[in-house]
C-alpha cells in the first residue's frame, strides 16, 4: 500500500511570502500530524488534526496553521514566512483515535531566502 | 512538562557488535508510549520499536530490544549484530495516551564501522 505522500519535497521561498505544504495520509488513516525539524530546535510538534478537527497545537505563532479535508488530506500553511522557518516538515498519520501506529512522510524540505 | 534527554550525541560501533542507545523521559503521566524511530539520510522517519508503558515486559524486534525501567524513567534501545544498514539518526519519543503528539529527544546519530 502507499505510503504517506508529503508533497513538494524540496520549496525554496522568498521571506515574506506564504506557503503551503502538503500530506497525503495511508489510506484509511484519520490521524495526521505535523513536526518542524530544524538542527536548533530538534523535532517540534506543530499540531494534530484527526477527522477534519485540529485536536492539539504546539508551541507556535499564529502563522502556523493547518487543516485536514474529508478525506484525511492534511495541509499546514507558514504565513509571512521568516529565515527560522527553514526546516525539515514531516508528517505522521495513524489509523485511528488513540492509534500509537504511526507512519511519517519523507517531509517537505522548505528553505526561506 | 513532559521531556526526552538522550545524552549520547554520536556513538559508534563496529560491525556485527552491539551498542545500546539511552534515553531517559520525565512524565507525571501512567498512559503513555515510547518509541525509538531512526532517520537515515533519506530523510524518512521509520519506527524500529515501540513501548506502551503498561507492559512490563521488553519490546523486542529482531535485533533492536529495549530495556524499560519505567520507576527509573528509562528507555535504553539495544541492537545486535550491528549492521552497515543501521547506520542513522536515532530518535527517542514520547507519546501520552496514543495521541500522535510525539515528544522527541535531541537524538543520537550512530556510525557502524566497516
Known amino acids: 500500500k502507499a505510503g504517506v505522500t508529503q508533497t513538494p519535497r524540496y520549496l525554496i521561498k522568498t521571506r515574506g511570502q506564504q506557503v503551503t505544504l502538503s500530506c497525503s495520509p495511508i489510506?484509511?488513516?484519520?490521524?495526521v500530524s505535523w513536526y518542524q525539524q530544524t538542527p536548533g530546535q530538534g523535532l517540534q510538534f506543530l499540531f494534530e488534526?484527526?477527522?477534519?478537527?485540529?485536536?492539539n497545537k504546539g508551541n507556535f505563532p499564529g502563522r502556523f496553521s493547518g487543516r485536514q479535508f474529508s478525506n484525511s488530506r492534511s495541509e499546514m500553511n507558514v504565513s509571512t514566512l521568516e529565515l527560522g522557518d527553514s526546516a525539515l516538515y514531516l508528517c505522521?498519520?495513524?489509523?485511528?483515535?488513540?492509534?500509537?501506529?504511526?507512519?511519517f512522510g519523507s517531509g517537505t524540505r522548505l528553505t526561506v531566502v | 512538562a513532559q521531556t526526552v534527554t538522550q545524552s549520547q550525541p554520536e556513538m559508534s560501533v563496529q560491525e556485527a557488535e552491539t551498542v545500546t542507545l539511552s534515553c531517559t523521559y520525565d512524565t507525571s503521566e501512567s498512559d503513555y508510549y515510547l518509541f525509538w524511530y531512526k532517520q537515515p539520510p533519506s530523510r524518512q522517519m521509520i519506527l524500529v520499536i515501540r513501548q506502551e508503558a503498561y507492559k512490563q515486559q521488553n519490546a523486542t524486534e529482531n535485533r533492536f530490544s529495549v530495556n524499560f525501567q519505567k520507576a527509573a524513567k528509562s528507555f535504553s534501545l539495544k541492537i545486535s549484530d550491528s549492521q552497515l544498514g543501521d547506520a542513522a539518526m536515532y530518535f527517542c519519543?514520547?507519546?501520552?495516551?496514543?495521541?500522535?503528539?510525539?515528544?522527541f529527544g535531541t537524538g543520537t546519530l550512530l556510525a557502524v564501522q566497516p
Open positions: 489510506s484509511g488513516h484519520r490521524s
Open positions: 488534526y484527526f477527522s477534519e478537527t485540529q485536536r
Open positions: 505522521a498519520s495513524s489509523l485511528a483515535n488513540r492509534d500509537p501506529g504511526y507512519t
Open positions: 519519543a514520547y507519546d501520552f495516551e496514543a495521541t500522535n503528539k510525539l515528544i
